[in-house]
Each structure stands twice: as structure tokens, then as C-alpha cells.
């Protein structure tokens, strides 16, 4: 073990850790970044078997605007990353619906307003309320001074923002099925099935349940800096691992943290390649992750239990990776399609999936002529953990086929010529991405106010930090970005 101390060790180089690496690093600490893969990224990375890329999982991602924290990023750094600015977005299917969603929001408020039976009034005035809550919310990704830790300047900053946030009082603790209800929006089917879908990838629920100003907030992601990575969100994880290298942060990837150990002053680190000594650590995992490392029982930190227990009532994913040659005609252009065969069953277990196809200008993804596509359900966790693992085996294959016939019955245009399959469970994910569990998303974010209680960031012991998805802000790639950096000024703080 060297005798040399780190200011931070940063355990995963998930989005949470890449960001509170960078952000120590550009605040002058000495800092270790430890990743068990041989590339980046965790949740949202890239990863490369049988000659093709896939993205590990189906998704869209935001902060590329140029105030934003990934568009700084790319500027400040000169980072090797180039964003495709996808019109339209996503395309949505269901029986009777097609409805693409555009850059320009006021577009996808009038395709609503113009459908049959559509109670206009209703429906403007829910996504002028919507506006304005969002307005209110998204300046604090934007500006990550504006979330705890706050100092004086940015307490001020919030006074004289006060009457921004007047709209959410009304909605704190409350579900998004309530705004609906109040609205008299709750039976109009097409605004459902938008939002049921749209909030069970985003704040992990439907509609019915989800916490309405997380949903307000979630309800702008499109328009919020969202595009995509040309080939694939794993460029931009790698250009930020060789930024905080470039800083000076030593990036040590598969290096996988085996143990945190307490010692006087601060902690050891003991990875695959050796011990490292810090006086803070940041995990970037979930809490039963740092319950691992720790190799502590439950019940010995109330917190994270708690915390762990909240991600075990949560999701895991099923997966396709297909490789498919490009329909006639097509565009070239990277595209995202959101598919639901029967709205009025839940949006999981096959019939709501959510596909993330490779565009032309995605090097190195797939053969010329040819497309991967990555394509996502959710699973409920403890579901799984309550089948034998004889009996998971057949849900999954059954899970995987009816997979496979949603997309052949609403994006027919991509199965005429698939040559490569390969499936995955939570299982599968966990060997891509290291999560614990193969659990996705963090924490469903259901009604109620206890998604309030812990609004900085997470210290589970003096020096040893959570950040990811679980812990505030989560819920996107953006968001555990920005609790990274926010957990950095924290640390920054006390040295």
C-alpha cells in the first residue's frame, strides 16, 4: 500500500463519479478514480461484444445545451464529443397513436390540442402550469450553485427566485394523477399514455403515482438540451475520464473497489491492483453496493438502509441487443422509438418498451448497411427476487419473446432483417455495468413527501460519500452528473 494520500478516491466512473472526480480535480484536490470495467460510463455507457457497440441501455440524454453542464463541459474541455440534434426526438406508438415528439415543445402541445375529443382549454392550461414548474426546477441543473450546499450567495439567489417556485407549493407530496384529475385530463387516453410512459422511464412510475413536480420537471426532459452522442454516450464518459487525467487525477480502470476500511484519518481503498489511502471516498453505487464494501449488517447504517430498501422496490431491466440492417428508405439519422401494445395494462414486462437505434454517423457501432439497437423493459425487482432462479429462466425467455413481438407488431420497419440477437435480464446488465441487482433508475420517485428529505448530498459515514442515481438529484444522467459536482463542493468544503 503507497503512504501517499489522496484528498478523494472515486469508486465507479458512473456518470456521479466521472463528475465528482472532474470537479475535485478542477478544485486542485489529488484524486483517484477506480473503475472494475475496462471503459466508463456505469448506467449509460458503451460497450462493445461480437464486433458490434451497444448502448447499454435505451435511453435519450439532456445537458448538451451550451449553458448547460455537459455543454460547458465539452467547451471548457475540449472534449472529443460531437451531439446530434435528433427532430424529432422520439416517436411514440400505441394503438391508434403515433405521435413524434419535436424539439419545439409548442408542437407537441397543438398535436394533442388537434386530436379528436381533445378538451383543448384543459390541456393548455395543464401545460402552462407544467411550464411553469419547470421553469422553476430545470435552472437548478443548470446551475448546480443552486443546490445544497448552499452558501450565502446562493441562499440570496433563491430569495429573489422565490415566486418561481409558487406553483409547485400547491403539488408538493402529491401525484401527477391528481394534476390530471384537477385538470379534468384524467380520461383523455392519448395524454395518458404520453405521460405513463414518459414518467415510468424518467421518474420510475406512472403517472398516477409519480411525485407531481418531479413529473412537472421530467415532462420538459425533451427540451432540455436532449440529444444524441454520436457513437454512443460512451464517447462522452471516456472524454471525461481523459479530462481528469489531463487535470491531473489518476484514472485507474479495471480496478475493482473490493473493501473501504476506516482508518485514522480518512480510508483505505482496497481494489484489484492494490491500496490506496484517502481522506474522503465517494462510491458511486448503490447503497446495498456500499453496504457490501463496507461489510457491515443491516441495521448498523439506518440510512442507507433505508435508501437500499427504496431501490429494491424499484426496477430492473429486460434487454435486446439487435443488430438489423436499415430499412428502405431510412433516413441514416440515429432514431429513439417509445412502443405500447396495451395502454390500459401496466408499462412494464414487454409491453411498454423503449428502443434506442445507432444512425449512419455512429462509427464503429455496426457493418455498413447494418444498425445496433438497444431495447429496454422494466422488471420489478421484487418479483425477481422472489422467483427460484429455475423459475426465472422461463420468465425470461417468455419476457424476451413477448419483447420480440411488440416490436415486430409496432416497428416493423426494423425486424424485417435482424442478423444478430443477443438478450439480457438484470443479470446481463450487471456484467455490462457493475450495478448491484442489474437495478435501473434508482429510486421511483412516487408520491409523497418524503422524496424531499434529503435534498444534498449523501456522507453515510465522516468521509465516505454516496452519489448515483439513488441519492439526490438522481434519475438521470444529467442529475447524477450534477450531485456529483455538488458533492465535490462538499468535500471541497471541508479541506
Not at 406553483?167 to 392519448?190: D, E, I, Y
Not at 420538459?220 to 452522442?229: E, M
Not at 440515429?334 to 449512419?360: D, K, M, W, Y
Amino acid at each position: 500500500m503507497s503512504d501517499t494520500w489522496y484528498d478523494a478516491v472515486v469508486v465507479g466512473a458512473g456518470f456521479g463519479g466521472l463528475a465528482t472526480a472532474l470537479e475535485l480535480c478542477r478544485r486542485g484536490a489529488r484524486v483517484a478514480l477506480c473503475e472494475g470495467l475496462n471503459y466508463p460510463g456505469g448506467c449509460a455507457s458503451t460497450f462493445r461484444r461480437g464486433g458490434y457497440g451497444f448502448e447499454s441501455g435505451a435511453t435519450l440524454f439532456s445537458g448538451f445545451d451550451a449553458h448547460q453542464l455537459f455543454g460547458r463541459w465539452i467547451r471548457e474541455h475540449s472534449l472529443d464529443v460531437t451531439v446530434d440534434w435528433l427532430d424529432p426526438l422520439v416517436e411514440m406508438r400505441a394503438p391508434g397513436l403515433r405521435l413524434p415528439v419535436h424539439r419545439d415543445r409548442a408542437r407537441l402541445i397543438d398535436a394533442f390540442c388537434s386530436m379528436p375529443g381533445a378538451p383543448v382549454e384543459a390541456l393548455r392550461r395543464f401545460f402552462e402550469l407544467q411550464a411553469r414548474a419547470a421553469d422553476a426546477l430545470w435552472p437548478l441543473f443548470d446551475d448546480p450553485d443552486l443546490l445544497p450546499p448552499l452558501n450565502v450567495t446562493s441562499l440570496l439567489r433563491h430569495a429573489g427566485r422565490a415566486w418561481t417556485y409558487a406553483p409547485l407549493t400547491r403539488w408538493l407530496g402529491r401525484p401527477l394523477g391528481a394534476v390530471l384529475k384537477h385538470h379534468g385530463l384524467q380520461h383523455f387516453t392519448p395524454l395518458r399514455i404520453y405521460l405513463d410512459a414518459l414518467c415510468q422511464i424518467t421518474v420510475q412510475c406512472s403517472a398516477e403515482e409519480a411525485e407531481a413536480p418531479f413529473a412537472f420537471a421530467a415532462m420538459d426532459y425533451y427540451w432540455r438540451g436532449t440529444g444524441h452522442v454520436r457513437g454512443g454516450i460512451g464517447r462522452l464518459a471516456t472524454a471525461l475520464a481523459k479530462a481528469i487525467q489531463a487535470r491531473g487525477g489518476d484514472v485507474l480502470m479495471a480496478n475493482r473497489v473490493r473493501a473501504l476500511t476506516p482508518v485514522d484519518g480518512g480510508w483505505r481503498v482496497t481494489a484489484r491492483r492494490g491500496e490506496l489511502l484517502a481522506r474522503h471516498v465517494v462510491a458511486n453505487v448503490l447503497p446495498q453496493g456500499l453496504r457490501s464494501l463496507l461489510d457491515v449488517p443491516v441495521g448498523r447504517l439506518p440510512r442507507v438502509d433505508a435508501l437500499a430498501e427504496r431501490v429494491a422496490g424499484g426496477w430492473g431491466a429486460a434487454m435486446l441487443y439487435l443488430v438489423v440492417r436499415a430499412p428502405e428508405g431510412d433516413s441514416g439519422s440515429a432514431c429513439h422509438l417509445e412502443l405500447v401494445r396495451e395502454p390500459g395494462s401496466a408499462f412494464i414486462e414487454g409491453n411498454h418498451l423503449f428502443a434506442s437505434v445507432s444512425g449512419v454517423a455512429d462509427e464503429g457501432r455496426a457493418r455498413p448497411g447494418q444498425r445496433t439497437v438497444t431495447v429496454s423493459t422494466h422488471v420489478p425487482l421484487k418479483k425477481l427476487a422472489a422467483l427460484s432462479p429455475e423459475a426465472q429462466a422461463p420468465y425470461f425467455t417468455e419476457l424476451h419473446a413477448r419483447m420480440r413481438e411488440g416490436l415486430e407488431a409496432m416497428a416493423p420497419e426494423w425486424m424485417g432483417h435482424v442478423v444478430h440477437v443477443m438478450t439480457g435480464s438484470p443479470r446481463t446488465f450487471q456484467r455490462y455495468t457493475l450495478r448491484e441487482a442489474g437495478a435501473v433508475g434508482g429510486v421511483p420517485r412516487r408520491a409523497g413527501l418524503d422524496n424531499y428529505r434529503l435534498l444534498g448530498p449523501f456522507q453515510a459515514q465522516r468521509g465516505l460519500w454516496l452519489v448515483g442515481d439513488s441519492v439526490f438529484p438522481g434519475q438521470s444522467t444529467l442529475a447524477t452528473a450534477v450531485g456529483g459536482v455538488r458533492t465535490a463542493a462538499s468535500i471541497a468544503a471541508t479541506r
